[in-house]
Structures are given as structure tokens and as C-alpha cells.
């Protein structure tokens, strides 16, 4: 298996809703990222996780809660989200934090707040 | 400051024609670089990284320290070329982040 798994891919909610995005991967990568990436613009950081512990917080709104069961699983918590949260949400994985091997990436969650 | 600039968002190139994405990046140690690449309605993927010096679907990039730059270059395009490209640079450091360039857009001309 060598890819990324995103669950949904498509996601309405309104402002006072709770959801969560959910990515999967089984190639024994360690480190684990969740991008945001508004329409032809380059994907931005939100959060690293590296051997499960959370490494990078790039100061995202708590309304957005990241969590990682374990090795293979990164979820992200969504709650009280804005208009402005509307955005495609990429998960990725990488062999270790040192990354050079480059990232793998999920096909992403589109997510729309009404 | 760590930054990856690519000076072009759009590039039209025709069929057969050579192709060269510029990359120029700035960084106080030694960064590790990538391109990825993103087709339409397809997830974006890691297309080549400077370490391996691999040529991937005939696209390659060299790795100019001197004048800080990792421009991809492919000597005749192809209609299935067209995609959006992204620059990007890390770092091998726990704390270093992969920084995105803003991206150039690949429309290739029949």
C-alpha cells in the first residue's frame, strides 16, 4: 500500500457543527502533516505530527484539533468553523521528520462551512 | 529566512518545444529540494528531489548552489505535461519544514 487515504472527500457543514477529517496510511511513514490549500494557492501548513507526537503547531485557530491514535491514523477535529475555513485539507506522510524522501499526499478533504 | 520563489505563475509552452520551470530559493544551510506536481483533478505528488538526481517522465533539475536555484527542465513537452508545479525546500532538521513556492501553471499548446 503506498498511498494516503482521506475520508470524506467532500464535507458541508455549518458554523456550529462538529466533524472530523480523518487520514490513513500504511507505509510505515512516522511523520505526518495536514495542509490547507485554498484554490490556486501552494498548500500551507497547519500541523506536524512526528512518532505520533505533535512536533508543529504553525499557530492554527483551536477551532481546528488535531489528533494521532497511533502510527498509521491522523484525525483532525473541526468545530465552531468559519465561511472562511471553506478549503481543500491535504494529509500527508513522510518516511521520518527529516524528509528527504519527499511527502506522499492524500487526495484531500474538500470542505465547505456554511 | 527560508523562501522558495517561482517568478513564473503561468508558462505556455508548445508541443515539442524544450520547457524550464524556474526555482530560486533562500536558505542558510543545506536545503533539500523537491518538485511536486499537481494534474488536474489528481492529488499533488512528489515529482523529483535533488538528492537522487533521477529523471522522472523526462523532467530533471539540477541543483545550482551558487546562484540558488533548482529550475526543472524537460527538452520536448507533451500535451500530458500540463499540471501545476510547486517548487518546495526543506530542510534535515526535527524542527524544518517543507516551504511550498507559490507555484507555476504548465499549459502546453498543441
Known amino acids: 500500500d503506498t498511498e494516503v487515504t482521506q475520508t470524506p472527500k467532500h464535507l458541508v457543514m455549518g458554523m456550529t457543527n462538529k466533524k472530523s477529517l480523518k487520514c490513513e496510511q500504511h507505509m510505515g511513514h512516522r511523520a505526518m502533516y495536514w495542509y490547507k490549500q485554498k484554490a490556486k494557492k501552494p498548500p500551507e501548513l497547519m500541523f506536524v505530527?512526528?512518532?505520533?507526537?505533535?512536533?508543529i503547531n504553525e499557530s492554527v485557530p483551536s477551532r481546528f484539533s488535531p489528533e494521532c491514535p497511533n502510527s498509521s491514523l491522523l484525525n483532525l477535529h473541526l468545530h465552531a468553523l468559519q465561511p472562511e475555513d471553506s478549503a481543500l485539507y491535504l494529509c500527508?506522510?513522510?518516511?521520518?521528520?527529516?524528509?528527504?524522501?519527499?511527502?506522499?499526499f492524500g487526495s484531500g478533504t474538500r470542505l465547505t462551512v456554511v | 529566512a527560508q523562501r522558495v520563489t517561482q517568478p513564473e505563475k503561468l508558462l505556455s509552452v508548445f508541443k515539442g518545444a524544450p520547457v524550464e520551470l524556474k526555482c530560486n530559493y533562500s536558505?542558510?544551510?543545506?536545503?533539500?529540494l523537491f518538485w511536486y506536481v499537481q494534474y488536474s483533478r489528481q492529488r499533488l505528488q512528489l515529482l523529483l528531489r535533488?538528492?537522487s538526481r533521477e529523471s522522472i517522465k523526462g523532467f530533471t533539475a539540477d541543483l545550482n548552489k551558487g546562484e540558488t536555484s533548482f529550475h526543472l527542465k524537460k527538452p520536448f513537452a507533451q500535451e500530458e505535461d500540463s499540471a501545476m508545479y510547486y517548487c518546495?525546500?526543506?530542510?534535515?532538521?526535527?524542527?524544518?519544514?517543507?516551504?511550498f513556492g507559490k507555484g507555476t501553471r504548465l499549459h502546453i499548446l498543441p
Open positions: 518546495a525546500l526543506s530542510g534535515a532538521n526535527r524542527d524544518d519544514k517543507i516551504i
Open positions: 505530527y512526528s512518532y505520533e507526537k505533535l512536533s
Open positions: 536558505y542558510s544551510g543545506s536545503p533539500e
Open positions: 535533488h538528492i
Open positions: 500527508a506522510s513522510s518516511q521520518d521528520y527529516t524528509q528527504l524522501y519527499g511527502y506522499t
